[in-house]
């Protein structure tokens, strides 16, 4: 068995996209979406089962034109306000959502476990956000199912000239580059880098 086989998801990322043209691309810290249950992707038109058996390696083929569904078992309002995706008042202890959140552009980040334990870091990947809806609502004495929230939308390419949609870092076999795999992940980026000493 290869040791890049890609055994699961250690976790899923989100950055909220807040320049994208074709000179210019900047985002947001990474915001971790916590108890991520599930990631799923769909080839539009074309649902595609892959099974560790049938060799699903650490290729990071193109997923451009792929849809993505997102389990996540909690998504606390700060998190959805910190993601763009409502308000949250301390104040008064309420959410209002935002309900025109399709069209929402994060970069959707992840951690791709593999079978020798050093996983794979992945950034770079535009994803346009559809639907953000709740499911599986129910109490505990009621269903041992978690209640969900399911986000869904497309991955596309970025369009930024000169930069490529997808970066992939490797932990090395000492884990020395630890910290740097967890800054490329969670940290704002942005392209064409900024100047030494700029503004």
């Known amino acids: 068995m290869s040791k890049d086989l890609m055994v699961g998801f250690k976790s899923i990322y989100l950055a909220k996209v807040t320049t994208h043209t074709a000179a210019a691309y900047a985002t947001a810290a990474a915001k971790p979406l916590p108890y991520a249950g599930k990631m799923s992707l769909t080839k539009k038109e074309t649902t595609q089962d892959l099974y560790y058996d049938d060799g699903l390696y ?13 389990r996540v078992a909690q998504l606390s309002f700060d998190m959805m306000s910190a993601l763009g995706l409502g308000e949250f008042d301390e104040d ?3 959410f ?4 025109s959140i399709s069209g ?7 951690i791709a476990d593999t079978a020798d334990h050093l996983p794979y870091y992945v950034n770079f990947l535009s994803f346009m956000v559809t639907s953000i809806t709740p499911d599986n609502y129910g109490s505990m004495t009621e269903s041992l199912t978690p209640n ?3 986000i869904t939308g497309s991955i596309s390419n970025v369009q930024t ?6 970066r992939v870092m490797k932990l090395l076999d000492d884990k020395s580059n630890a910290e740097e795999c967890l800054a490329f992940l969670t940290g704002a980026d942005t392209y064409p880098p900024a100047e030494p000493g700029g503004d």
């Open 58 to 70: 650490i290729s990071l083929k193109d997923l451009k034109g792929y849809d993505a569904e997102l």
């Open 148 to 150: 969900e929230w399911i």
């Open 161 to 166: 000239t000169g930069l490529t949609y997808k």
């Open 104 to 110: 929402g552009e994060y970069s959707l980040r992840f």
């Open 92 to 94: 008064t202890n309420s």
């Open 96 to 99: 209002m959502e935002n309900m």
